[in-house]
């Protein structure tokens, strides 16, 4: 016992840290080893391939549908294509697209690239002013120089989604 | 002329705030109680010049004045009246005025509810509630005001984004405002008590039924959020931690840690600091949710969009308030006496863990909001956090202690022997690991986590029982004083018992919902059918429907089922207004259980085939439990809120302290 502080205040503020401690440690420890599995990174098709995202691992691809791209076929399934106007990737989506979802608009997709390249999407969430482009869209288009200040950002107007095999 | 009333009631109560704020400081300066009276009517007077600028907001936007920009550009002459009502809080500007509005109400609430506190007390923190009204008004008025004139006014409307035309979605902001906004009488009190230097037990009972209020209307604010995105969004998910339901989620966690720890400093005058520090957060989380939402920073569900001149002036409330509390408190914690000592396993010692375990859930909620963004502003990289991370460092967490807490409710206060509450708690325990294990024997590949979690879900609502049953001795005491034992519980204790059987029942009804769920999507021609589950669903028509605002298709969907048959009418309905289409989810109920269709696109038939609809059903057990079970916590938080102890007791304890004063 001699190891313990001796005065009452002391010893009450260790025990709080005994206690604390493991519980803190173990929040910060699952957030770490979480993050490896958790984050989410979202490209261009463009910067996609200059990064080599390998097929398989889930990512967001972002960019604009190209117009006349969407195809939906009688089982449920739609390709389209997403574009950043200096690379484009086929989409392929089983599920309901969302309502606001349109040709020549901005859409973020999650999901993973299949071996062959062809872009297997879980999700699909698309804004739905034909004003708005997703923010990560905008950024990464106002990078690559493709930016049309014409597009400006509308307000309000939420970012709705649809889901397949969640 | 409306606007212009509004826009003047909206600085008269500014300046109303800021002359309350001043006067009550001064009083409490001075001892001066005609001052003290003069700034508490200037905070009633501020709370009816914010009705009055909301009034008028809101006749505006009934009587559709195009002329305001604010009614332009989120209502329709088309629309009906609710959301008409509604759009006042669907834009950024109106939903500011809102929050002022419950700001400087609960302002009001203090002045006329807080007679039993000490009047020093209360003049601080009415003070400092003006202060807050007078930061968060002036950014509505100068930054972000709702009563700005067009100067060419528009013949039509933009109209309400027609998902938020919703009933649900209508009441959904005033709940969550309540909750998020009443947690400033509870930051207030404790920036009071900290430039008192004073905490004694007779706090915690002021500071408790704030926290209960708020913290209920926060919880069925959330609720009616998710209950929300559950039907309107088309695919029956529940909850995305997205980052704007993580901004209303910390407050929450925060505010059921206070919940908890209030009580150890009412009853045993222990973790007062600890208590205060907690309310100063609750409110500072409260607005980091506000300035969240509405930065511009973030791209989800229910982000007002905004330009991020906005955000910055936000960002600086943020940093002075939440700054000046916290720096307050670690000022002023160390003159804050420590209360009563208590042994690790005993009621304190529970509530203690209850608490880090909340507070590191929090802790993690944030950090999985924030990180996306610090690692962008960092790198130039976009990443998102979603689910996954969740579910792997907040579930475990929360996994955790609600394995805890049905020992913690049964250990004695002080000191207390855990074998004897592990030893009442046999039979809970038995129940739910039977459940558990005959779960996971029974089910087919659904993984052992539905297991888990069912059984986990068990062990709550049985132990509430168990509690509630040992209190009352049934089945060792007779049943006359069985009876007497259970009319003489305090409220309190059934509200507790009622809120952990709520914790149960939502995790029944995630867990049960999440791992059985059974979905459906094919393209229908008129007259197919698809089997969901047990029930097979067939499109035998596809109609025209007019709306009030809208134009929809409707299917009808005839159902058989093991229960009978039945008919369900989807809609997707067009706003011409906004040019958008809006499925509308047909849900019929069995039981807890929800059976969910969605009518999608029509899709040609190749060459000259008939046309089909693509038909999204989900058979999604115990759906409603989801919601049901934060309900009952959030009545459970309003029952102990009529608690007798909490009205009574405080009250005698400030006369007493009343009468002492006048006699020194």
Request: charged share 15%; aromatic share 10%; glycine share 10%.
């Amino acid at each position: 016992m001699s190891l313990l502080p001796k005065s009452r205040k002391a010893r009450r503020r260790l025990m709080a840290v005994a206690v604390a401690a493991p519980i803190l440690a173990a929040g910060a420890f699952l957030s770490v080893y979480a993050i490896g599995d958790g984050a989410v990174f979202f490209y261009t098709p463009a910067q996609a391939r200059a990064k080599h995202v390998p097929a398989g691992r889930t990512v967001r691809i972002g960019g604009l549908v190209e117009r006349g791209s969407v195809v939906k076929g009688p089982d449920g399934t739609v390709s389209f294509a997403v574009t950043d106007r200096i690379a484009t990737d086929k989409v392929s989506f089983r599920g309901d697209l969302p309502d606001l979802f349109r040709e020549g608009q901005g859409v973020v997709t999650q999901g993973a690239y299949r071996p062959d390249g062809v872009f297997v999407a879980k999700e699909v969430l698309a804004k739905h002013d034909e004003r708005y482009m997703p923010k990560d869209v905008a950024d990464a288009l106002k990078k690559s120089g493709q930016w049309r200040p014409d597009a400006t950002v509308s307000s309000t107007a939420p970012m709705v989604g649809g889901s397949a095999n969640r | 002329m409306i606007a212009e009333l509004g826009a003047f009631a909206l600085v008269l109560a500014l300046v109303l705030s800021a002359a309350q704020s001043g006067l009550s400081f001064t009083a409490r300066w001075r001892h001066d109680a005609a001052l003290r009276g003069a700034g508490e009517g200037a905070a009633l007077m501020a709370f009816a010049a914010v009705a009055i600028a909301f009034l008028s907001l809101m006749t505006a936007f009934v009587t559709s004045d195009f002329s305001v920009a604010n009614v332009a550009n989120n209502s329709h002459t088309d629309k009906p009246l609710l959301y008409k009502v509604a759009a006042v809080w669907g834009s950024h500007e109106g939903s500011m005025l809102l929050w002022n509005l419950a700001l400087t109400g609960f302002g009001a609430a203090v002045v006329l509810a807080g007679r039993q506190l000490p009047v020093g007390l209360k003049a601080l923190t009415v003070g400092v509630q003006g202060l807050l009204g007078l930061v968060f008004l002036a950014y509505t008025a100068f930054a972000s005001n709702p009563f700005v004139r067009l100067a060419r006014p528009p013949v039509e409307g933009a109209s309400l984004n027609p998902i938020l035309q919703d009933p649900f979605l209508a009441i959904h902001p005033p709940f969550l405002y309540s909750g998020y906004v009443g947690f400033s009488v509870v930051f207030s009190l404790c920036v009071a008590v900290l430039i008192e230097g004073r905490v004694d037990t007779a706090f915690a009972r002021w500071v408790r039924p704030w926290a209960l209020a708020a913290w209920s209307l926060l919880t069925i604010g959330i609720t009616l959020g998710s209950f929300w995105a559950y039907y309107e969004l088309g695919w029956g998910g529940w909850w995305f931690w997205d980052p704007v339901e993580n901004a209303s989620f910390m407050p929450w966690l925060v505010g059921a840690a206070l919940l908890h720890s209030s009580i150890v400093t009412e009853k045993r005058g222990a973790l007062a600091g600890w208590t205060v520090f907690l309310g100063v957060a609750a409110f500072s989380f409260s607005m980091l949710g506000a300035f969240l939402v509405r930065s511009g920073i973030l791209t989800s569900v229910h982000a007002f969009a905004v330009d991020p001149k906005r955000g910055a002036i936000l960002l600086g409330i943020l940093a002075v308030a939440a700054g000046s509390g916290l720096g307050l408190f670690a000022w002023r914690a160390p003159v804050l006496k420590a209360g009563g000592l208590f042994a690790p396993i005993s009621r304190e010692g529970a509530l203690v863990i209850n608490n880090l375990f909340l507070a590191t859930a929090a802790l993690t909620v944030m950090a999985g909001t924030l990180y996306p963004l610090i690692y962008q502003a960092a790198t130039g990289q976009p990443l998102s956090v979603g689910a996954p991370w969740f579910n792997l460092t907040f579930a475990p967490l929360m996994t955790a202690v609600l394995i805890l807490l049905p020992a913690g409710t049964l250990l004695s206060w002080k000191r207390a022997d855990a074998r004897g509450a592990v030893q009442r708690l046999w039979a809970a325990g038995v129940l739910a690991l039977a459940t558990g294990i005959g779960v996971f024997a029974l089910q087919n590949a659904k993984g052992a986590f539905a297991a888990i979690g069912i059984a986990l879900g068990v062990w709550l609502i049985a132990g509430a029982v168990t509690e509630l049953a040992e209190r009352v001795r049934l089945f060792r005491a007779p049943l006359k004083e069985v009876a007497n034992r259970l009319t003489g519980l305090p409220r309190g204790a059934y509200g507790m018992t009622l809120a952990h059987i709520g914790v149960g029942v939502f995790v029944l009804g995630a867990c049960v919902e999440t791992g059985w769920r059974v979905e459906a999507a094919q393209a229908l021609k008129l007259g197919d059918s698809v089997q969901v589950g047990a029930y097979s669903l067939s499109l035998t028509d596809v109609t025209e429907a007019e709306g009030p605002n809208y134009s929809a298709e409707r299917a009808t969907v005839r159902i058989k089922g093991p229960a009978g048959d039945s008919v369900l009418y989807p809609e997707r309905r067009f706003y011409p207004a906004n040019r958008q289409t809006v499925s509308q989810v047909a849900i019929e109920t069995h039981g807890p259980s929800d059976l969910y269709v969605v009518f999608g696109e029509r899709r040609e038939g190749a060459g000259a085939g008939e046309p089909s609809w693509l038909i999204r059903a989900y058979w999604n057990p115990w759906a409603r439990m989801i919601f049901g079970g934060p309900l009952l916590m959030a009545l459970g938080g309003l029952v102990s809120l009529s608690d007798r102890r909490l009205r009574m007791a405080a009250g005698a304890r400030a006369r007493a302290a009343a009468a002492a004063g006048a006699k020194a």
